[in-house]
């Protein structure tokens, strides 16, 4: 079975900390994804990552960045956290297809975080 | 560049009722279509997918959709639902072309027993 694991279940932090988010999956999958979800809104790409130290923008990367030193971990970054970054921060792993591509992304448990 | 729309956010439905979450896509190119099932508090998971072959896909406890190129259209269905059916599903599309992945706002989905 794959598994990817999310450090955290749930996070409360100050606006402007800098907040890390850790992502490790154990496929040996090169394809890492960082969505975050908000109700109405559905699953929001904001970036992946096709190998080590390769990433890509998606399609809301403003405010976060994004570490990938090792192929099974994938971090999200946030430099200084604001409250509409509060939200549920999901990561997934894939094995290797073209870009974004691909034919199945496995999901972590999330993260929900909280941005006062 | 492709969008999926799901054009219900809430499906409420009785137990043992059938069911279908509806699911379009808008695409230039061929694609992959999936569909994710996400329980409370929990990360998404698979329960179908639709690669090639035949149009319609059978998944995970009891579900199947069925792709229809014409309408562009992956709707999900289920003849009999059960309590544990209650969750959250998203329509996914991604393209072969080296385009992007791509989900739908999601339909909840509650069971009343």
């Known amino acids: 079975d794959v598994k990817v694991t999310q450090s955290s279940r749930y996070l409360v932090k100050r606006t402007g900390e800098k907040v890390f988010l850790e992502c490790v999956q154990d496929?040996?999958?090169?394809?890492m994804f960082w969505y975050r979800q908000d109700p109405g809104l559905g699953l929001r790409l904001i970036y992946f990552s096709y190998d080590v130290k390769m990433k890509e923008k998606g399609d809301i990367p403003e405010g976060y960045s994004v570490s990938r030193e090792k192929k099974e971990r994938f971090s999200l970054i946030l430099e200084s956290a604001s409250t509409n970054q509060t939200s549920m921060y999901l990561c997934?792993?894939?094995?290797?297809?073209?870009?974004?591509?691909?034919?199945?992304?496995?999901f972590g448990p999330g993260t929900r975080l909280t941005v006062t | 560049a492709q969008s999926v729309t799901q054009l219900d956010s809430q499906v409420p439905v009785f137990e043992e009722a059938p069911v279908e979450l509806r699911c379009n896509y808008s695409s230039s190119v061929s694609v992959y279509l999936f569909w994710y099932v996400q329980y409370p508090n929990q990360g998404l998971q698979l329960l179908l997918k639709?690669?090639?072959?035949?149009?319609l896909v059978k998944g995970i406890n009891g579900f199947e959709a069925e792709f229809n190129k014409s309408q562009t259209s992956f709707h999900l269905r289920k003849p009999s639902v059960h309590i544990s059916d209650t969750a959250e599903y998203f329509c996914?599309?991604?393209?072969?072309?080296?385009?992007?992945?791509?989900f739908g706002t999601g339909t909840s989905l509650t069971v009343i027993p």
């Open positions: 496929m040996d999958h090169e394809n």
């Open positions: 639709y690669l090639s072959g035949s149009t």
């Open positions: 997934a792993s894939s094995p290797p297809g073209q870009g974004r591509d691909s034919y199945e992304q496995y």
């Open positions: 996914a599309v991604s393209g072969f072309t080296g385009n992007q992945f791509y």
